[in-house]
């Protein structure tokens, strides 16, 4: 395979990574306001540290209501689908993570007509198994969302900065992503221009030698 074939698979490895993002993962905080009587998401992810390892997980919700101490049972989600577990949350909660896998690393759910009465703090329990060749591996992981319920939507600082980071991040990469085929392209295009200067040479020496060759029958001849 030469130069130019590998640049070229080089930039479409590199678009794919990009605007797929396979394999990625990224333990971004959920939210925490929501607007009474709109839909809101309860975000939860936990990344996998070995991408390798073969792992199945199941998930478990619980919510302690705003001045309470206790926790109690919401909601679970395994191979087998989600099971709403208490009555407070039925026909209210969907999920929104992990989809058609076993190895679930986001475990977001979607509460569904938010009222004030759902202020409070929200755990979500990740129960992981990573199998390894001789022995499997138990884990569990834990992560807290304190939601406040409000009247009427505010933008908080933290909010503002996180978009202004993803708008960057994005831009960033595509800036980087077009620096990258520009260099590519030159690269191909001198090494194109290489190859017909070698391709130039080349034939120039066939014809000098050839012209010697007929000089040489020539003088033979006389």
Same mark, same amino acid.
């Given at each position: 395979?030469?130069?130019s074939?590998?640049?070229?698979l080089?930039?479409?490895? &590199?678009?794919i990574?990009?605007?797929?993002?396979? !394999?990625?993962?990224?333990?971004?905080? =959920?939210?925490?306001?929501?607007?009474? *009587?709109?839909?809101?998401?309860? *975000?939860?992810?936990?990344?996998?540290?070995?991408?390798?390892?073969?792992?199945?997980?199941?998930?478990?919700?619980?919510?302690? =209501?705003?001045?309470?101490?206790?926790f109690? &049972?919401?909601?679970?989600?395994n191979?087998?689908g989600?099971t709403?577990?208490?009555e407070?949350?039925?026909?209210?909660?969907?999920?929104?993570?992990?989809?058609?896998s076993n190895?679930?690393q986001?475990?977001?759910i979607?509460?569904?007509?938010?009222?004030?009465?759902?202020? !409070?703090?929200?755990r979500?329990?990740?129960?992981?198994?990573?199998?390894y060749?001789h022995?499997?591996?138990?884990?569990?992981?834990?992560k807290?969302?304190?939601?406040?319920?409000?009247?009427?939507?505010?933008?908080?600082t933290?909010?503002i900065? =996180?978009e202004? /980071? /993803?708008?960057?991040?994005?831009?960033?990469?595509?800036v980087w992503?077009?620096?990258e /085929?520009?260099?590519?392209?030159?690269?191909?295009?001198? &090494? *194109?221009?290489e190859?017909?200067?070698?391709?130039?040479n080349?034939?120039?020496?066939?014809?000098?030698?050839? *012209?010697?060759?007929n000089c040489?029958?020539?003088?033979?001849?006389?």
């Amino acid at each position: 395979m030469d130069v130019s074939n590998l640049v070229v698979l080089f930039i479409l490895f &590199h678009m794919i990574a990009l605007y797929e993002g396979r !394999g990625a993962c990224a333990e971004v905080d =959920s939210d925490t306001e929501a607007v009474a *009587g709109v839909g809101f998401k309860l *975000g939860c992810i936990s990344c996998k540290r070995r991408t390798e390892v073969v792992a199945t997980a199941t998930v478990e919700w619980y919510f302690s =209501s705003k001045g309470e101490s206790g926790f109690f &049972h919401i909601y679970s989600y395994n191979e087998d689908g989600a099971t709403v577990e208490s009555e407070n949350f039925v026909d209210r909660v969907d999920w929104n993570g992990s989809k058609r896998s076993n190895d679930i690393q986001d475990a977001s759910i979607y509460l569904l007509n938010v009222t004030f009465n759902d202020s !409070g703090t929200y755990r979500c329990f990740f129960n992981r198994i990573l199998f390894y060749d001789h022995y499997e591996y138990n884990t569990v992981i834990r992560k807290d969302v304190k939601l406040t319920v409000v009247a009427k939507a505010t933008r908080g600082t933290a909010s503002i900065v =996180s978009e202004f /980071m /993803m708008y960057f991040t994005v831009i960033g990469l595509q800036v980087w992503l077009l620096i990258e /085929m520009i260099y590519c392209y030159r690269k191909i295009a001198a &090494h *194109g221009e290489e190859a017909l200067r070698e391709a130039a040479n080349a034939e120039y020496l066939a014809i000098a030698t050839e *012209g010697k060759d007929n000089c040489g029958g020539v003088q033979v001849g006389e």
